[in-house]
């Protein structure tokens, strides 16, 4: 089962937590055992798993984030002049895959998942896709 998703960023940029979307297509898909993959097809966005309990820690991860890539470098050739977003992109990574147990995903308990937005506000899409087994 492969489940689109179309979500809108109102920021330049900013994590949002989409572990309820990723929740509700497992339960939709009734499969008890396996895996869950969450992907993000675009180059200036990304998927990761992190603490959702303390908001503090996403502002602290943007900020890191900004330090290692600040947004306007001087030597930077990209014509877009987004390249800082293509290095946090690349860094996080487009994807993450999550076993499922007895039909729930198996997260730690301060864990949840994040689409993470480095070049909005844009529409974006993510896809889950459950694999059995």
């Known amino acids: 089962m492969l489940f689109k998703n179309i979500i809108q ?9 989409i572990t ?12 008890e055992g396996g895996m869950v993959l969450v992907y993000c097809p675009h180059t200036t ?3 990761t798993i992190n ?8 502002h602290d991860m943007l ?13 930077d050739r990209h014509g877009e002049g987004n390249s800082a977003a293509h290095l946090k992109s ?5 994807s993450e895959l999550i076993p499922i147990v007895d039909g729930r995903l198996l ?5 949840g998942v994040y689409f993470c937005e480095f070049d909005g506000p844009r529409q974006r899409n993510f896809y889950i896709k459950m694999l059995k087994g």
């Open 9 to 17: 960023t109102n920021k330049h940029e900013q994590m949002i937590d």
């Open 20 to 31: 309820s979307y990723v929740r509700d297509a497992v339960k939709g898909s009734k499969i």
């Open 45 to 47: 966005a990304a998927i």
């Open 51 to 58: 603490e959702n309990a303390d908001p503090d820690v996403v």
């Open 63 to 75: 900020m890191r984030l900004e330090e290692m890539y600040p947004w306007k470098h001087a030597d």
């Open 90 to 94: 690349s860094t996080i990574g487009s």
């Open 107 to 111: 997260l730690g308990t301060w864990q």
